[in-house]
């Protein structure tokens, strides 16, 4: 955990992973995230596999650094709670439709009346600007409705999702950068910001960086998409002995491969050597990669391209990044101990703060984990902490949970 944000206090109302990924990563830097759940719990807790039962491998993941109190967001005295916790907070951060806050008393106008600088950001399935304002939004249906899944398609032209939650992380990532300019705009005015960062909005443009293409012009210079990446033949090239990834990318790169495998005719070649040609007949290109590659090994062709400097990689299956050499050197998988879950293998954040001390990471909380902590924060007596628990306003925390 670095300290960058440290003295930022951000109140969690996400789920699932979208939300969840966006805060967390604001919690590797250091905010204060009270994540507030329902009294149930987030549902992705549930998600196995998980040693017990309201802490599944997905939700660990996702939740690190942050504390949790479980509220009844539906009565009364929930909200009101929320509203003494907004007094002291900087952020609001959910990923409901605007609808659904009002509902549960945490719209940004309501808050906004007790704290008049908060920094409010949600994420949406959809913009509310559009048809689809009131629309559910999953990563399934937002990899269907952005194109992704046509682009992912299989040789028969079938539509396929990736076997990644994309868009949630994708949406999670714009959340979590809105949430960083809204501090920043605070800081420079002193003044409140709403923030909206819909989920397919951000997937969209994520997307057509670069498959807006030819209809980036009117009038068009084409249709959509990026030609290199519609290549039939832009795919990892079997080896003898399994796959490699090759992509010389510039002319340099494609001459040294022709001169490796002694195709000395390509390499005063016009679709080699200038650019816009290049880019006209990849597929042609590509197919002779694709024709030379099962001549050597994987190890063979790794070696003799990364003494030419021509881009490569191994193929990677998952269960290899354990063992990567740069991985390991760098220290991302860290081996630590749960209070409540045990032993486990977690990622670091990806950040590096240079020169900066980092502190432990905290597991993710236990449901409810640090509620009488929070509401003690708060102002809360003992004695209301304990009768808010005894009505079921809010949840009772697990002392050893407490820890993470």
């Known amino acids: 955990m670095f300290e960058l944000l440290r003295g930022i206090r951000i109140l969690d109302f996400t789920s699932v992973v979208l939300g ?15 994540k507030i759940e329902p009294l149930t719990g987030d549902v992705f807790r549930y998600v ?17 650094n942050k504390r949790s109190l479980a509220i009844d967001l539906s009565s009364k005295e929930g909200q009101d709670i929320v509203l003494s916790l907004t007094k002291d907070a900087d952020m609001v951060i959910h990923n409901m439709r605007p609808k659904s806050a009002k509902k549960l008393g945490i719209d940004y106008e309501r808050l906004k009346a007790v704290r008049s600088d908060l920094v409010y950001c949600y994420a949406p399935g959809f913009g509310q600007n559009g048809s689809s304002a009131e629309e559910p939004a999953y990563d399934d249906t937002i990899q269907a409705l952005s194109g992704l899944a046509f682009l992912n398609a299989n040789a028969n032209g079938e539509p396929r999702f990736l076997p990644t939650i994309i868009a949630d992380k994708v949406g999670g990532l714009h959340l979590a950068l809105s949430a960083v300019a809204g501090l920043v705009k605070r800081l420079q005015t002193g003044e409140s910001v709403e923030i ?28 959509t998409g990026y030609d290199r990446l519609q290549s ?3 795919k990892p090239f079997r080896t003898a002995d399994g796959f490699i990834s090759v992509i010389p990318y510039t002319s340099a ?35 002779l990669i694709d024709e030379l590659t099962p001549t050597k090994t994987t190890e063979e062709w790794v070696r003799l391209l990364k003494e030419r400097d ?55 909380p236990g449901l409810g984990a640090n ?27 697990d002392p050893a949970a407490e820890k993470s």
Not at 255 to 268: A, S
Request: proline share 6%; aromatic share 8%.
């Open 196 to 223: 909206e960062a819909p989920m397919f909005e951000s997937m969209v443009s994520f997307l057509l960086v670069e498959q807006l293409g030819g209809r980036s012009f009117d009038p068009p210079l084409g249709g």
């Open 232 to 234: 039939p033949y832009r």
């Open 310 to 364: 021509v881009p490569c990689a191994h193929v990677n299956r998952v269960d290899d990044l354990f063992t990567n050499d740069h991985l390991v050197q760098s220290g991302l998988f860290e081996e630590t101990s749960h209070p409540t879950e045990g032993q486990m293998i977690t990622v670091r954040s990806p950040f590096r703060v240079l020169g900066k001390d980092t502190a432990p990471d905290r597991g993710a």
């Open 48 to 64: 196995r596999p998980g040693r017990s039962e309201t802490m599944g491998a997905g939700f660990i993941n996702c939740n690190r």
């Open 20 to 34: 969840p990924y966006a805060t967390q990563l604001l919690a590797d830097f250091g905010a204060d995230v009270i």
């Open 253 to 287: 790169h494609w001459v040294r491969f022709f001169e490796l495998v002694g195709r000395v005719d390509m390499c005063k070649d016009e679709r080699v050597l200038n650019p816009s040609l290049r880019s006209r007949n990849i597929d042609f290109l590509y197919g």
């Open 371 to 397: 509620g009488t902590t929070i509401l003690s924060e708060a102002g809360y007596s003992d004695g209301e902490i304990r009768n808010l628990i005894k009505t079921g306003i809010v949840g009772e925390n």
